[in-house]
């Protein structure tokens, strides 16, 4: 498309440092440290352990076997670990070492998870694999969710935990990593979807629930840094294979099938100079069939009949669905050690799949009545009516849908690290470059068959059991049998598109949006050790990161013949089921009919222009932190204090479109728009870790942290037009707003953690976070007189006739609130409590979560509610987790469950926009069991066998009363079993 104009505009540019309350906190608590510390002992540096953002160290560093007096291990400890261990924890570098007990599977996995966690300076969670290739649960996104504080919000598609959220914050807020590196995304959102990461690919997982200054790409709620295998932190060549296959949909009326597959290989060469690690994963699953039922919203609507006026459903939307998934998967890291002093290190990581749902079903208006001249207004007979409401009825010229949809995605994911460290003198230097590219070709198929515009017979619809909120339990019939392809026939059954005085044929749709997202990004970063008064170690840093995505497509009518009417009988249609109505309907697959059985009439209006989008975006981030050490009040304690400056430059394309009279390109003009903003931030963070001694620690975090806009909402240009659907028309549009500010909050987080060896622990947590800033999306006044032009449609009736004020729905930055809670957790071998539970274990945790935000419920199309405000949207009041195990002679046996309340989640809607709902809380329960052969010549095979969704856990969508649901889908169980080696 060609603009016609060009438009640019920017926003005045702030340069001004301002000092925070967070930053003066910052300050005061460090000069208070400052007279009760002891300088740290200048050999304490030969007991660091490597942390995934600090350069490499001669003590850190094992070396050649010719050079090297001991064999050595590492453990990855997250950004921010102390680099000074704690005295009592300590060991003699030369005393003798004890004899080795080697830890495997879920032991191995959990105690793992709590080094991690002990060793932070920050408040994190994280897990470990129990094994190479073997996170514990089938997706990264479902592990992850068993972390205190931590919640899975379900695909409203496939079932699976697609999106996590963190003390009750939107997915939206998350900072997400790939080995401490930012990453494209293929949604419109910043952050990657977690399908596109196999859990075979994934050695562990940390969450920072506190940030500090050498953390990038924070995020307001929390950072997650995903993290795959390090060859040179393995002390021998190790190979895994596994296979699994999958029984999906159990319980469902029809079952889906799968297989997965995945190969490990880990291996050290030249002495260890030189480390490989390559995995390779590959899973195609067929879903079981879905049954859904969609009730408009939950909406009624009134009828006369006899007399008065009674109360009916609105309408409905029944399918049966089927998914599939498959995708492929590949990391490979490159270490390269030399000597002491330098180490390098490649990392590459790719991931492609496809994903697709078939939807069969049937829809139509009840109340809603009539559609326009396709459409006429029935007559409610037969009716049985109780408090108003027609509990039981039918109705005349009824106008049902067959529907038979297809929706695909292929998406693509490559990212590629190169990481130098060198020590220089007293300094630990590095260097860090990172590229990253996503890209995703969604396609939405939509075919309509029925009864076409002009047919001179309708049909009619029953119901009974309607009491005027129960709409799932409503039992419908209809009175022709849409089975039969010569009565459902393709065709335009309700006028979908043109006006009322100029149709235009659509007897179906074709839209396919293309996402390409690039990042780019280098860091640099220096360390050496210091004797500051409480400092012990000293950093400075500088990353720059340049990101540029783009949403493209194209979208149009699917049309049968050259008239308005256009029909034909299906084309090899087979007999299904309309969801859970058991009304049958006919079946077909329309991908290939493209040139047979339609033609496709490209579309153009507002609202699709409104969707074609480019935003660039550079991050410029300086920083400096210092690693303390010392004592106060009896008390040894360890941290990092630290600010980061950062600069940030956005610029958000589009389209302005307001003069459509057509909806072609030549009746929908359109002007680009570039426009954009820049604006700096001083985020300062501390974090204090007190040693309470007998393994206890309290910790303490205290930071400004933020979360960039959504990349979608950054766009430029926007759409209008006359709403019509209304008693008095306006103008009404929406768009993007690329000067938009980031959401921006203080923070304050403390931490009771109490450790048993390296065993287990229990923890007690508190947060409060006050938000300074958010971004939603609502309507406002607006004059587009701007705009405007001789032949733009304007109101030709009511209040508002030919007036340029209306409303824009757009992003908007809002005064914020705040988020408090706490968190409770337990992890421990029940072994500790008496010796006849060896082998038993147990893991819990539970938090609850307030949130003080008023969000204007106006605007949120799928809730309704009589409120003045909706909750924080991902957030679940309360979520807990609990995870029994018993691991022994080879044996592993384990059971969970995940618990979530009520929350505000996001969908996409039928034209790929993300629309709010209210979802229903929900239980989840997994049980698994596996053998591992301990002795002989198949040492190192297992076999196992794992349950998840056991209870078969129902995904429910309402808009104000949770007891109304409006949407109701059963995944059914999946049972997986398979097969692993190592070796």
Known sequence: MKPIATKRAGAPVRRAFQLSPVAAACTVLLSAFAGNVYAQASGSEAQTTVAPNTPVTAAETPVPADQATAPSTASPTPAGSNATASTSNSATPNSAAPARVQVTGIRSGIEAAISVKRNSNSIVEAISAEDIGKLPDQSVAESIARLPGVTAQRSRGSGRASEISVRGLSPSFNGTL???????????????????????LMGGV???????????GQGLAATIDLKTVQPLDFGKRVIAVNYKKSRLGVRTSEEGDGDRFSLSYIDQFANRTIGVAVGLTSYDETGGEQRKFDAWGGSTAELPYNGQNVRVPLGFTADTETGYHNRDGAFASLQWRPNRNFRSTVDLFYSAGETGF?????????????????????????????NGVATSGTLTNYKGIVRNHIESAEDDLKTVGWKNELKLGEWNTSADITWSKATKLSSRYETTAGLPGNAATLDTISWTGFNGGNFTDVAYRTGLNYADPNVAQLTDVNGWSGTETAPLAQAGYLAQPYIDDKLKAIRLNAKRSVEWGPVSAFQFGYNYTDREKRRSGEEGRLVIGDGLYGAIPMPDSTPNTAGTTGIPVASWNPLGSLGT??????????????????????????????????????FEFRGNVGTQFVHTKQRGGGYNSGNCTGETADTCPVVRVDEGTDYWDVLPSLNL????????????????????????????????????G?????????????????????????????????????????????????????????????YVTPTTPLPATGPFAGSTVGVLNRPENGDGGSIKGYELAINIPLEMVSSWLDGFGIMANHSDTKSAINIPALGFGNVQTAAQSIPLPGLSRKVSNLRLYYEKNGFQIAAAARKRSDFL??????????????????????FQISYEIQSGFAKGLGIFAQANNWNNAPYQEYTDSRDSVTRRVEYGRTYQFGANYKF
């Open 597 to 634: 059985v339609y033609q496709l009439a490209p579309k153009v209006n507002a609202d699709i222009l409104t969707k074609l989008w480019d935003v660039k975006e550079t991050v410029q981030t300086a920083y400096l932190m210092g690693d303390l050490n010392g004592e106060l009040m009896g």
């Open 206 to 216: 940390t969450i920072y629930k506190t940030p500090d200054a050498s953390v990038i």
């Open 905 to 926: 989640g996001q969908s996409p809607d039928f034209s790929d926009t993300l629309q709010y709902t209210f979802v229903k809380g929900e239980t989840i329960v997994d």
């Open 178 to 200: 790939l080995n401490g590196r930012e990453m494209a995304s293929t949604g419109n959102a910043r952050n990657p979807e977690f399908d596109l990461f196999p859990a075979e």
């Open 689 to 724: 870790s007190f040693d309470l001694t007998n393994d206890q620690v309290l910790r303490m975090g205290v930071a400004k942290v933020l979360s960039r806009p959504s990349l979608d909402d950054l766009r430029g240009g926007l759409g209008f037009g006359v709403n019509t």
């Open 726 to 786: 209304v008693a008095n028309p306006f103008l009404s549009g929406g768009g993007g707003n690329p000067t938009l500010n980031p959401f921006k909050a203080n923070q304050f987080d403390l931490s009771y953690e109490k450790y048993f060896a390296k065993k287990g622990y229990v923890s007690v947590a508190g947060f409060y976070k006050k938000l300074d800033s958010f971004i939603l999306r609502t309507p406002s006044e607006y004059d587009f007189a701007q």
């Open 358 to 386: 078939k939807r069969t079903g049937l829809e139509g208006a009840i109340g809603a009545n009539t559609s326009g001249r396709y459409d006429p207004a029935g007559v409610l007979t037969n009716a049985t009516i109780a």
